[in-house]
């Protein structure tokens, strides 16, 4: 296949791009490193069948050659980068989703759109299943991030009803391992490099709020099925592993044998109490589980934070 990844210079975008050319595929990957690096996809710049095009996807996306999937990852995720990006948060899920899905149409091409577990906002349901509309601040702080997706997903499900484009959503919950940004504001990657420096870990709140993490090999094999099916979705991605922050900072200090005391901090605006995906979609209609236990894959990040220079 040759396939177009908006975003693929991103932690997640660029594992997907690792995989697709492990299986033989041509890879285009597009982004204007705005929170992508090239770090990220130095070592496949060079090869015959991976092209990568400096190119922000809100002012337009072009491929060089035939495509036949494109996979729109492209946004800043972690809330300190959207927070401090919110119109080009915005664009990204607007402008940027239609551009992705005219090429995609262009070509004929199968659209596969990353959405996030963000458009479940502060669940009232639990676990989350994909017929849960959700309960979003249209207004708050975090709504450039929640909306942008919203409506992403809106304009992919109106172009494969209009024009019959072949298009499928999945919604990514907490995604962590090698190559997260040390200074990303998420949770994995802040307890981490917090431990290694020997400073204090900041549990926001009581530290009881739940979360779901799903080592990025998982995800990148659930997108990998996805891109291959005509599975319309949206379908949850995420590991049904649930586990409270405040024991997640204390997984954290085990792994890394680190001495660092946890302090409190103040919660976060709009902060979700409680996330963890229902998988039985992606189960029988992808056949895709989880495999990584949360231990395990942090035992993997951990040891990817330390060979190369921790940031405090």
């Keep these: 296949m040759h396939v ?47 092209e990568f095009i400096h190119a922000d996807v809100t002012t337009g996306v072009e491929s060089p050659g035939p495509v036949d999937a494109v996979v729109h990852m492209a946004s800043p995720a972690s809330p300190p980068d959207y927070l401090r990006r919110p119109l080009e948060t915005l664009a990204a899920g607007s402008c940027g989703t239609g551009n992705a899905l005219r090429l995609a149409h262009q070509h004929r091409a199968r659209f ?27 207004i708050g702080p975090r709504s450039v991030y929640d909306e942008a997706k919203r409506f992403a997903e809106a304009l992919t499900c109106a172009y494969g009803r209009a024009v019959g484009l072949n298009v499928g959503i999945v919604r990514i919950f907490n995604t962590y391992g090698p190559r997260m940004a040390a200074t990303d504001g998420r949770v994995v990657s802040s307890f981490v490099t917090q431990a290694l420096n020997g400073k204090p870990l900041v549990v926001y709140g009581d530290g009881s709020q739940t979360r779901s993490f799903c080592y990025v090999d998982d995800l990148v094999r659930g997108l990998l099925s996805m891109i291959d099916s005509a599975v319309p979705g949206p379908v949850n991605l995420g590991n ?54 949360v231990a395990e894959g942090l035992r993997r990040t951990v040891e990817w934070f330390r060979s190369g220079p921790v940031a405090g």
């Design 240 to 293: 049904p592993e649930e586990i409270t922050v405040a024991d997640f900072a204390q997984l954290v200090l085990k792994i890394t044998g680190s001495p660092s005391p946890v302090i409190r901090g103040p919660l976060p605006v709009d902060d979700p109490a409680r996330r963890r995906p229902l998988i039985t979609l992606a189960m029988d209609l992808l056949g895709w589980v989880p495999e990584v236990a």
């Design 4 to 50: 177009l990844v908006t975003g693929g210079a991103g932690f997640i975008g660029s594992h997907l791009c690792d995989a697709l050319l492990v299986r033989g595929d041509a890879v285009v990957c597009l982004d204007n490193l705005s929170t992508g690096s090239v770090e990220n996809i130095r070592h496949l710049r060079g090869r015959s069948n991976f």
């Design 112 to 138: 596969v759109l990353a959405s996030t577990s963000e458009v479940y906002g502060d669940p009232a349901v639990h676990p989350q299943p994909e017929d849960y509309w959700g309960n979003v601040n249209p």
